[in-house]
């Protein structure tokens, strides 16, 4: 089975910008969630989808949100671009139950500038 | 509210030794934990997880990790480091209402270092 995949792997933006990520599940998991890495806080949880709903969200202001397309697919978009959104952004897909191993793609690393 | 300590955010062994990682969670609920592995530029990869089917859980490269509730830890050990063991390693513990939700919330991390 093909792993999770990603695009575009680096983007630079300017303050003010939005940015628009894009990650394609494994076939056949339909949870997608994504992920906030940066040195200083670490990995945080931005939310997740599953069957194209928003299942659960973590603690980000609503400048961060996302969709899910009916064939799992799942976009992140941030709007007004801020310096503290430089980070790695990574998706993860799973069959959606607590215990199932999330697959994690190889991120997207976006610097602000 | 779930919560992962990880306690030492730099480990250095040398090669063959003992490489022990720790890993203290709070949960509410009975927990599912996760250790990932990260490699420079690369996302996270599972090396093992606990669902309560066994305490002693096996993973890859070698890996394992004992669930103690007591303790409430979930420490991440290998007998015998290789240089390749040299990576970032994170300890998760699965957050969500009841079943359904998959929020990982995850350690800050630990930076394994291996040396000759």
């Known amino acids: 089975k093909a792993g999770v995949t990603q695009t575009p792997r680096y983007l630079i933006k300017t303050r003010g910008q939005q940015v628009t990520l894009s990650c394609s599940p494994i076939?056949?998991?339909?949870?997608v969630s994504w992920y906030q890495q940066t040195p200083g806080q670490g990995l945080q949880f931005l939310f997740e989808?599953?069957?194209?709903?928003?299942?659960n969200k973590g603690n980000f202001p609503g400048r961060f949100s996302g969709r899910q397309f009916s064939n799992s697919r799942s976009e992140m978009n941030v709007s007004t671009l801020e310096l503290g959104d430089s980070a790695l952004y990574l998706c993860a897909s799973s069959l959606g139950q607590r215990q199932e191993t999330q697959y994690f793609g190889p991120g997207t690393r976006l610097l602000v500038l | 509210a779930q919560s992962v300590t990880q306690l030492g955010s730099h480990v250095s062994v040398s090669e063959g030794a003992l490489v022990l990682l720790r890993c203290n969670y709070s949960s509410s609920v009975p927990p599912y934990l996760f250790w990932y592995v990260q490699y420079p530029n690369q996302g996270l990869q599972l090396l093992l997880k606990y669902t309560s089917a066994a305490t002693l859980v096996k993973g890859i490269n070698g890996f394992e990790a004992e669930f103690k509730k007591s303790e409430t830890s979930f420490h991440l050990t290998k007998p015998s480091a290789h240089m390749r063991d040299a990576a970032e390693y994170f300890c998760a513990v699965s957050d969500g209402p009841s079943q359904a939700g998959t929020a990982l919330i995850f350690g800050k991390g630990t930076t394994l270092s291996v040396s000759s």
């Open positions: 076939s056949g998991h339909r949870s």
């Open positions: 989808y599953f069957s194209e709903t928003q299942r």
